[in-house]
């Protein structure tokens, strides 16, 4: 059904809303999607690249956790430019938390945020938590942050907690919300931003080729969305998939040069984007290729 409606020709949504009331926009349109399917879809039906990458971000958030509500969400991890657990200030204390995260995708306009926070219990050795807090809350204070030099259209915002009641979900935070999330937000931004391309490919009529390699990269989006988000084996076929953005990049720019000028200046605007945490992807590539490969001995 992704692939079907993925073919079909599109009207791309309105800009110049609000973040919340573009994405309640995108969701009456689409109908309950899949994780995958917000992403795809989301981004084919996007104005910009930016607000492709919030509904491939969107959809990191209910691969992550498939019970969060259908609301606009943000994960909050950051501080002070670290995501360690050590470097953690934020604590949780009898459901109730206390501290800031620096930097938080559009948590201005989020109506529910998830927060990592340090767990520190008698005789127990420090852990991470991940919790969830509702904007404009108790003790919840979010402040909206200049707009960056790419993707402007979606906001970043700074979060102050005071003594705010949250729930805790259950499980580790580090090991089965925050360190996943890494991988599970870059596989679906490349399928969001992916699919705003081949849109774009299809109303500009790209050569044949291209838009059909673009497919394929977004088919192979899929097959990874099926693996777990901590494997060697997805960190590796992830890497896969960004060597096969990355060898269409000069394609892209051709095409986009020789069309219409709005695309041009959209993507040259905001293409840093799908350089977002390339450090640590490469890192974690490294790692999963070592892993394979002690295991073959």
Known sequence: MLWEKLLQPHTRMADGLMLEDWYSALLEQLTKPSALELAVLGGRLAPTPGLAFLAGYQGALRALWPSAPWTLGALCVTENKSVRPADMQTRLSQLQLSGKKDFVTAGDAAQWLLVAAREDADGQPPRVAVTVVISGAPGVQVEQLPALGFMPDVSHARLRLEQAGCERLPGDGWDDYVKPFRSIEDLHVLAAVSAWLYGVGQD?????????????????????????????????????LFAQFAALNPELDNALAAGDAHWATLWQRDKALMSIAKTARNTRLQKAQAQLAMRAE
């Open 204 to 240: 500009s009529a790209w050569p044949v080729d291209l838009q059909l390699r673009l497919l394929s990269l977004l088919s192979g989006c899929a097959e990874v969305s099926r693996g777990g988000a901590n494997a060697p084996t997805t960190h590796v076929l992830l890497g896969g």
